[in-house]
């Protein structure tokens, strides 16, 4: 049973039609873009890697070579575990650089248009079996569903019908950079129909031809040599030149590389692409040895790369038949629009534009779209050419897209050269692509037209090196890659890169920023597009700077230095989208000149280095350990709690860290780059006085925000290093601010001597009350005795002495209300057994109501010393071990131990309540803070323990216990290391 041409027609067209409404409402907006941008979506338009080959050829490949056909997906498989590696970096450097293409890719990191040409020229001369195959299969499909089909309509009218979709949805923009989102939705949409059209078939097959599985396995059973004909080739033969091949063409081919990089969407989808890409080839993959079964069951006469569609036919299912040739209409038709609008912008940026037509054209956008599509379909209509001219009947379709393969997997040796060997130069490259592609057109592809000598000579090579004479381009891809890697890391081993070439280097391996050198000429915007316009016309020039510039957020009238240079990079980078890498630097380097003898301000520089080492992840070597470093430190200066200003040598500001942002009102942007004393009231000014002051600190008070603020600064020179000759390289300034800290000490020492009052109240009575009795006493005797002047006089005395004692004892309790101390001093340091206070502050501790329900335990070894006020340790060992029995639990144990380590003595007291909140070990310290009920605390006992801990010269540190609760770890300094350094 046939089918006539008329339903083959009238099916394709619906189903094109179909194809055309989907990309039209995703460009119309009507499909949201959570599908249009979907991880899953990006992962089946990948599947434009299952062409005609996997949909048709796969079954032949099979016939002949068994389960080695699963050496496609492996390698697919094998390029997707390797993504991190290959893959992110390459998606990194391509959206940062804007390179729509292969060709650009290795333009940008071999500089040079002969690099761009020869990339281009022979990706175009790889792709053009594969464009043949395609056509190949959709006319005999077609020719095996309807004898009656000329192959002379079959092959235009499909290319004709590409050209017009490609058109349309493939060169909507007039920069490839752009990402067509209606297009890439119909490539997924046809990833979906090949693989429902497949499952489809390969089920009615197993039901129809065997009578469902059971009757498969009985005819396995009883046919051992059809599982015996797959697993021979594949236990015989080699893999590794076919999973090589899939792998770098999972993601080099030109339609690879476009789906991956070029049109991949914003959000990161690489990761549901490592598991979604393998399981779609998978599924794809799957229904090979059942059709091929199928076929052998049958005895079917035609060739086994078109059983998907002769088994339906000879099974009278025409139906079936029809959604087959459409699942292969679908694989064919979305390689060929997919290569082609790769392949066009190569050409048109790579060929055309270096002949120099469109110099200074206003239209040069519209120019631009026409070329591209003008070159979209000379394409495709060049696929069909090869097509013509190919004996393709002794070729399997398979071996014919091995042909492309091999091609492509001369990129690898560049590709891993850009990612990973800075020393890779372009003579190399070039050196490398001219052995491999010479000895590719030898072994591959000028056997097409079959030249008796020729052939035979490379089967003979090929023999004699191991390789299978049935399979050449096993022998075609060792011998190709062997000979290009030789060539590429040779002559790059003995050629010196240029200027241009080491810093593409850097920016492509992730390892070190070349430094901005020199200054724009350009003083602003608008001057970048006058000098803009005789390269790239008016429009162009006005469009692309603007765009640049809005990208960066500058100002319209922005005359910095700095980001001037900022905005002629991004406008490099946007040409580099639309005219290709190498046309977009000589344009820029043309219109927009640097000053090379402009002497660029540190801040500058340090912005540009900044620019470049954005992300440090992808960064190899010790320098990746040293931007690590240093962004490590950037980062403690930027989250320091005080202000901290650089000024470089040139006067200019270099840092101005978030701190200082906060306090000043300075945006952070606002202030680097400018010179110290235009820096806003009254920073300018301050900043400038210290600079010139001879001292380094100062305490100042000013008006922030409308707001007295008491600031403390700190000026720091930064020392001269030896390549700066001696030279003043810098200052820094610590801005502290005092205002708040002042007012809490102010309110603590209040506090304090509110507390310390309070607790000699009762004494101070009973000292003045005796005086005062004795005055009054001595006053009222003084009546009776004032006619005697020698009494008088001896009672005057007496009060006067009374007096004398009450002045002493208002005196002793004015200075202890000051310094917290009788007598206005300090009592000295003395010799302290920490045995006996441990045992004091144990006994005073479980004096408190809650101690009833906590033990409290204390150890200390005999003979331990410390130096310091017996009654100050011993209040901060209560207050401590008071803070400890009330976050005890009933029942449990609070210990205090010392120990001797080193020339320290260290103290612990350790609890096992409910510890202290990660958020809240910070705020233990703050005056006033605490975390008992109201009432029961003031919030002052660890501030003022912590403060005479620092009197004693020790440190406290609070810590969680692994099994719960809190350890206070105190640490004095032992007697005995005190008087050996005070007898040194």
């Known amino acids: 049973m046939t089918l006539g041409p008329g339903p083959l027609v009238i099916a394709s067209v619906a189903y094109l039609g179909v194809l055309f409404l989907v990309a039209y409402a ?32 796969s079954v032949g490949y099979a016939a002949r070579h068994g389960f080695r056909y699963l050496g496609i997906y492996l390698g697919l498989t094998l390029a997707c575990l390797l993504a991190p590696v290959l893959w992110r970096p390459l998606l990194r450097l391509t959206r940062e650089q804007q390179l729509t293409s292969l060709a650009d890719l290795l333009a940008f990191r071999y500089p040079g248009q002969v690099t761009g040409t020869a990339v281009t020229l022979f990706a175009l001369a790889g792709s053009l079996p594969y464009l043949a195959l395609q056509i190949r299969a959709v006319v005999e499909s077609a020719r095996l569903l309807s004898p009656a089909a000329s192959p002379a309509l079959v092959g235009p009218g ?75 080739p594949a236990r015989d033969a080699s893999w590794a030149p076919l999973l090589v091949l899939s792998t770098i ?12 990089f070029t049109e991949a969407p914003e959000r990161d989808g690489l990761a549901t692409v490592a598991w979604a890409f393998p399981l779609l080839m998978l599924l794809i993959n799957a229904a090979v040895p059942v059709l091929l079964w199928s076929g052998e069951a049958l005895g079917l006469p035609w060739p086994a790369d078109f059983h998907v569609l002769s088994v339906p036919i000879t099974q009278g299912a025409p139906l079936l038949a029809l959604i087959a040739f459409l699942g292969g209409v679908s694989a064919a038709s979305a390689m060929v629009i997919v290569t082609t609008l790769a392949l066009a912008p190569m050409c048109l940026t790579h060929l055309v534009l270096p002949l120099g037509t469109t110099r200074g054209r206003d239209d040069l956008y519209g120019w631009l779209l026409w070329a591209r599509r003008v070159l979209i379909a000379a394409i495709i209509l060049a696929g069909y050419g090869f097509y013509r001219l190919l004996n393709a009947r002794t070729t399997g379709l398979v071996d014919l897209g091995l042909v492309s393969f091999v091609a492509t997997a001369q990129f690898a040796p560049g590709v ?17 692509l001219l052995a491999g592609g010479a000895t590719w057109a030898l072994t591959l592809l000028a056997p097409l037209w079959e030249p008796p000598s020729l052939v035979a000579w490379t089967n003979q090579v090929s023999v004699n090196l191991g390789f299978g004479a049935e399979e050449p381009w096993g022998f075609a891809t060792f011998t190709s890659l062997a000979l290009n890697a030789l060539c590429f890391v040779a002559v790059s081993l003995v050629t010196r890169q240029s200027v241009e070439e080491q810093e593409a280097a850097r920016v492509c391996t992730r390892q070190a920023p070349g430094l901005a050198k020199g200054s724009v000429a350009a003083s602003s915007p608008d001057e970048f597009r006058r000098q803009l316009e005789p390269v790239l016309g008016a429009q162009v020039a006005a469009a692309e700077v603007d765009r640049a510039r809005e990208a960066l957020d500058l100002a319209p009238d922005e005359r910095r230095p700095a980001e001037l240079r900022r905005l002629r990079d991004g406008v490099e980078r946007n040409l580099s989208g639309l005219i290709g890498p190498v046309l977009a630097r000589l344009a820029v380097g043309e219109a927009l000149r640097l000053d090379p003898g402009a002497r660029t301000a540190l801040a500058d520089q340090l912005r540009f280095v900044e620019e470049r080492l954005r992300d440090a992840r992808d960064m190899r070597g010790p320098l990746r350990e040293l931007e ?20 470089g ?13 906060a306090l000043s009102g300075v945006p952070m942007d606002s202030a680097r780059g400018v010179p110290l004393a235009r820096l806003p009231e009254p920073w300018g000014p301050l900043f400038a006085e210290l600079a010139r002051a001879p001292g380094g600190d100062d305490e100042v008070r000013v008006t922030v925000g409308g707001k007295q603020r008491l600031l403390r600064l700190h000026r720091s020179r930064l020392a001269p290093s030896d390549d700066t000759r001696g030279e003043e390289t810098g200052i820094t300034f610590l801005v502290e601010d005092w205002t708040e800290r002042k007012a809490v000490d102010a309110r603590l020492a209040h506090q304090d001597r509110l507390a310390s009052l309070g607790r000699v109240a009762a004494g ?33 005395g007496l009060i006067l002495q009374q007096c004398r004692r009450i002045d002493a004892i208002v005196r002793a309790l004015v200075g202890f209300g000051h310094s917290g101390t009788v007598g206005g001093e300090s009592r000295p340091f003395t010799r302290v057994a920490v045995g006996p206070l441990l045992a004091e502050a144990a006994q005073l501790a479980r004096l408190s109501r809650k101690a009833r329900d906590v033990a409290c335990t204390h150890q200390s070894p005999d003979g331990l010393d410390v130096r310091g006020d017996a009654q100050r340790l011993e209040q901060v060992l209560v207050n401590l071990l008071t803070n400890a029995i009330d976050a005890s639990p009933a029942g449990s144990r609070v210990d205090l131990t010392a120990e ?9 007291v350790e609890d096992r309540g409910h510890g202290i909140a990660p958020e809240l070990s910070q705020r233990i310290f703050e005056p006033f803070f605490t975390t008992k009920q109201p009432g029961e605390g003031t919030g002052l006992g660890l501030p003022l323990v912590e403060g005479i801990v620092r009197e004693h010269g020790g440190t406290l540190r609070i810590e969680p216990r692994q099994d719960g609760g809190t350890r206070v770890t105190l640490s004095l300094p032992r007697a005995d290391t005190l008087k050996q350094e005070a007898s040194a």
């Open 26 to 57: 995703a460009e119309r907006g009507r499909i949201s873009p959570r599908i249009t941008q979907h991880p899953l979506t990006y992962a089946l338009a990948l599947g434009v890697y299952a062409t005609s080959w996997s949909y048709f050829g």
């Open 158 to 232: 499909f290319c004709g019908v590409l050209i017009v979709f490609s058109l349309l949805f493939g060169a909507r923009h007039p920069a490839p950079r752009e990402r067509h989102e209606g297009l890439m939705l119909a490539i997924a949409f046809e990833s979906g129909v090949k693989l429902l059209a497949l499952l489809i078939v390969a089920g009615w097959c197993v039901v129809s031809v065997f009578g469902g599985v059971g009757g498969l396995d009985d005819w396995l059973t009883r046919h051992p040599e059809a599982v015996e004909a797959l697993q021979r």
């Open 249 to 260: 063409a999972a993601f080099l081919t030109p339609r690879q590389y476009h789906v991956a």
């Open 416 to 432: 891993l050269g850009l990612l990973m060997w800075p020393k890779a130069t372009r003579a190399g490259l070039l050196a490398g």
């Open 628 to 647: 690590v470093v240093r962004r490590y430190l950037y980062r403690i200066l930027e989250d320091l709690p005080l202000g901290v200003c650089a000024m």
């Open 649 to 661: 040598p040139d006067g200019e500001v270099v840092l101005w860290n978030a701190a200082l942002e």
């Open 764 to 796: 101070v009575a009973h000292e003045i009350g005796n005086p005062l009795t004795a005055i009054a006493s001595i006053s009222q005797n003084l009546k009776y005795e004032l006619e005697d002047p020698e009494a008088v006089r001896e009672r005057v």
């Open 900 to 908: 001797a380590s080193g020339d320290q003595v260290r103290i612990q």
